[in-house]
């Protein structure tokens, strides 16, 4: 089986533009999280989605958003880019049946860089 | 705000030694997983240990849990050159919802071969 995707791997933008970062999950998955990993650093929790509906939010500001599609795919955008959204971002999905103890699986990332 | 915290932040060692890696954390916690991640790539999820377990072991990984003083430790037997890469520590907890993972600064093992 494959696991988790996503899409780009690299990426370069620049300040105040838009990116959308994209995720497939494991099949059977129904739960995707969004971490961001700054360097040098653990990721850190930015969006739960379980079934569609976000479940749990980290401390990122109002530029950053996500859905989830029916085929539990799911996007995360952000807006106004700032150089301190340099990051790699991951994605993680789970079976979602148990909202704890669940094991994450990660995808590769995507690494965006802001100029 | 990382929740916990790995112990030492790098750590050398030669092939075929032992590695031990240490994560203290803050709030309970439901369950504590150790990842490693290889160069900056995704993170590949090592081990699940749960509060109400105190060892659990998986080939050459050995994983402590010690919920009074609230730490962990991932012992790493007869290292490899493959060991390279940085370990993290992630704990999930009754307080936040979902499968909301908080991860520790990680440490970089380096294996001499």
């Known amino acids: 089986d494959a696991g988790v995707t996503q899409s780009p791997t690299h990426l370069i933008k620049t300040r105040g533009q838009h990116v959308t970062l994209r995720c497939s999950p494991i099949?059977?998955?129904?739960?995707v999280s969004w971490y961001q990993q700054v360097l040098g650093q653990g990721p850190q929790f930015i969006f739960q989605?379980?079934?569609?509906?976000?479940?749990g939010r980290g401390n990122f500001p109002d530029r950053f958003s996500a859905r989830q599609f029916p085929n539990y795919s799911s996007e995360l955008n952000v807006n106004a880019l700032l150089l301190g959204d340099s990051a790699l971002y991951l994605c993680?999905?789970?079976?979602?049946?148990?909202?704890?103890?669940?094991?994450?699986?990660f995808g590769p990332g995507t690494r965006l860089l802001v100029l | 705000s990382q929740q916990g915290e790995e112990d030492p932040q790098a750590l050398s060692i030669q092939e075929g030694e032992n590695a031990t890696m240490n994560c203290s954390y803050k709030t309970s916690i439901n369950n504590l997983q150790w990842y490693r991640q290889n160069s900056g790539r995704g993170l590949v999820h090592l081990i699940l240990?749960?509060?109400?377990?105190r060892e659990k072991h998986s080939g050459r990984l050995r994983v402590t849990l010690d919920t009074s003083k609230k730490s962990s430790s991932l012992l790493i037997t007869a290292s490899r050159a493959a060991d390279t890469a940085s370990y993290f520590c992630a704990t999930d907890g009754w307080e936040t919802s979902g499968s909301r993972l908080t991860f520790g600064e990680g440490t970089q093992l380096t294996v001499n071969p």
């Open positions: 240990i749960r509060s109400n377990e």
């Open positions: 099949s059977g998955h129904k739960s």
């Open positions: 989605y379980y079934e569609k509906e976000e479940r």
């Open positions: 993680a999905s789970s079976l979602g049946r148990q909202w704890l103890g669940e094991t994450q699986y």
